[in-house]
Structures are given as structure tokens and as C-alpha cells.
Nanobody, 120 residues
Framework: VQLQASGRGLVQAGGSLRLSCAAS????????MSWYRQAPGKQRELVAS???????NYADSVKGRFTISRDNAKNTVYLQMNSLTPEDTSLYYC???????????????WGQGTKVTVSS
């Protein structure tokens, strides 16, 4: 299984960025797909998830600004990030849940982190 994240970048506060996560070895529509982030010195946090049903959920800190979506034909998940603030600066990780019975991080496939930096 490979989750290839792309879209890293440096943007100014108030700007937008879109992250992509191209999956291979799994079919994303069958799995819960998520974006996490981890800033230096901070714990990893869930940013957004999309279920196989298409339902989504977001961290309170990004609601109304970020949108998770997927393209089933491309087997790719996206994270559209708008109205970015310096607090959004972090390494962003794409993750795919292995089995539906657990949300433990050990139960996920993880992609490599992609860096997002928001300048003030």
C-alpha cells in the first residue's frame, strides 16, 4: 500500500492550498480516509476524514475552511485548505484505515508527510 501525498507549499496567511493523496494497493472508496497534521513539538491531530459513505468530519479548528473530498476514478483524496493561518503550518499526513473496528493509529496506513507553511 502506498499513499503518495503532494501539494506542499508556502503560502501567505489568507491563501489557499490543495493537498492530494494518491493511493495504490487499496481502493479508497472502501475505506475511511483521513488527513492528519503534526506541528513541531505538538501532538498529531486529526484534520478531516471522509468515510466510504461519503460523509465527512472535521476538526473544529478547520471547519468552514478546509474541505476533504475524493476522486474515486483517480483513487485520490484531496484536502482543500482556504483562509490559511500561520497556525495551520504543519506536516500533513494522509492515512487510510485498515480495518473498520479501530481508529487506533496503528490501524492505519500512512503516507509520508507533506509540509505546509503559512506565513503571516
Amino acid at each position: 500500500v502506498q499513499l503518495q501525498a503532494s501539494g506542499r507549499g508556502l503560502v501567505q496567511a489568507g491563501g489557499s492550498l490543495r493537498l492530494s493523496c494518491a493511493a495504490s494497493g487499496i481502493i479508497i472508496i472502501l475505506r475511511k480516509m483521513s488527513w492528519y497534521r503534526q506541528a513541531p513539538g505538538k501532538q498529531r491531530e486529526l484534520v478531516a476524514s471522509i468515510m466510504s459513505s461519503g460523509s465527512t468530519n472535521y476538526a473544529d479548528s478547520v471547519k468552514g475552511r478546509f474541505t476533504i473530498s475524493r476522486d474515486n476514478a483517480k483513487n485520490t483524496v484531496y484536502l482543500q485548505m482556504n483562509s490559511l493561518t500561520p497556525e495551520d503550518t504543519s506536516l500533513y499526513y494522509c492515512a487510510a484505515r485498515r480495518h473498520s473496528y479501530s481508529d487506533d493509529p496503528d490501524n492505519y496506513f500512512w503516507g509520508q508527510g507533506t509540509k505546509v507553511t503559512v506565513s503571516s
